[in-house]
């Protein structure tokens, strides 16, 4: 699975190594919530081994989990992001994160392009909602560069990644991304 730049590939606890000292730098945790305290290594790998099991839900759930880590396409390349999804029937939650060395550089764009691609196959007619800090200024130009609509909180399902204070954001299974606008 890869786009023109990146590689993605399903996440598990080999990804901890690589995306520990990118979510304990200061500039990534700023936008997101830690409670002031990162994850340790081991904490990190046990969320990633969980995650690659799929949510732990009943047979009659409708939650399904997808997470992918990003690595450039040069090899060897060491994982630089990762990318979540959680698809509760009809709409899903969306996430993606990436070192800060790799800010700028329109990575996050093209990842999330390939992302969205990659979730209308896997769960295909889902509506899909993000929350960004509101000082994360990147992310919500890049939200809104990719057809996402900003609404109330108050306007949105139980988001499970909203944190009070953040942005909320919706795309539509009807809205058409604007991939290079």
Known sequence: MQSKNLCFEPLTDTHAGDLFPILTTPS???FIDSNGNPPTIEELRAEYAARSRGPMVSATSTERSFNMAIRLKTSPSPAIG???ATCYGAWG???YLLGEAWW???LAFEAMLWWHDYLTTVAPGTEWWATVHP???RSIRLLKRLGYQ???ASQSPKLYSYDPGDCCFVQSAQTETT???
Do not use: H, I
């Open 150 to 152: 900003e609404v109330e």
């Open 28 to 30: 990534v945790l700023a």
């Open 104 to 106: 700028g550089k329109g």
């Open 82 to 84: 990762r990318l979540e």
């Open 135 to 137: 000082m994360n200024q």
């Open 179 to 181: 991939a290079y606008n």
């Open 93 to 95: 939650e969306v996430a």
